[in-house]
T-cell receptor, first 113, second 112 residues
């Protein structure tokens, strides 16, 4: 069966500091990978998705970037965090065929102070 | 008009009650419909996945899609305190489309 991991679970960072969140998927090959942000009262917002190594599509222009250095690894980064970057970050995966739905990881709670 | 509307609640019901959760949507091109359950401080967990109109049942859960009314529902029978969570509806345009459009979620509390 497939498993998706995210770390860290919780992160408190000062404004202006860099960010690196990691997501890995086990038990599948060539998955589609997604980064979402969930803010209170605002629902789930798709930030990035990737259909393969090095292929990143951005849905929302912002202070964040994503990379996919390996087939089952997805990284969310920032060079300088803003207060508005606080939120709950979720990684998700789906089958490459696109016929299935998305499955979410446990999430990383980020607080920027 | 937002693409997907979902009453945020909170909704409180006694244990054993039948729960009805609903979403309405504006884009008639949505074809795939999902319900996720999210416990506090956890990632969403897929509950139901349906295509087009009709009903789908899985244990105590029934998902219903009415495309003519642009309305989807999730029914929970014999609700349990462990069902207390936020329920998110989501929908997608077609197979191979990467974008899911989510409702903001309904917070449900089942009181013992």
């Amino acid at each position: 069966s497939q498993t998706i991991h995210q770390w860290p679970a919780t992160l408190v960072q000062p404004v202006g500091s860099p960010l690196s969140l990691e997501c890995t998927v086990e038990g599948t090959s060539n998955p589609n990978l997604y980064w979402y942000r969930q803010a209170a009262g605002r629902g789930l917002q798709l930030l990035f998705y990737s259909v393969g190594i090095g292929q990143i599509s951005s849905e929302v222009p912002q202070n964040l970037s994503a990379s996919r250095p390996q087939d089952r690894q997805f990284i969310l980064s920032s060079k300088k965090l803003l207060l508005s970057d606080s939120g709950f970050y979720l990684c998700a995966w789906s089958m490459a065929s696109g016929k299935e739905t998305q499955y979410f990881g446990p999430g990383t709670r980020l607080l920027v102070l | 008009q937002k693409e997907v509307e979902q009453d945020p609640g909170p909704l409180s019901v006694p244990e054993g009650a039948i729960v009805s959760l609903n979403c309405t949507y504006s884009n008639s091109a949505f074809q795939y419909f999902m319900w996720y359950r999210q416990y506090s401080r956890k990632g969403p967990e897929l509950l139901m996945y349906t295509y087009s109109s009709g009903n789908k049942e899985d244990g105590r859960f029934t998902a219903q899609v009415d495309k003519s009314s642009k309305y989807i529902s999730l029914f929970i029978r014999d609700s349990q305190p462990s069902d207390s969570a936020t329920y998110l509806c989501a929908m997608r345009l077609r197979a191979g489309s990467y974008q899911l459009t989510f409702g903001k979620g309904t917070k449900l509390s089942v009181i013992p």
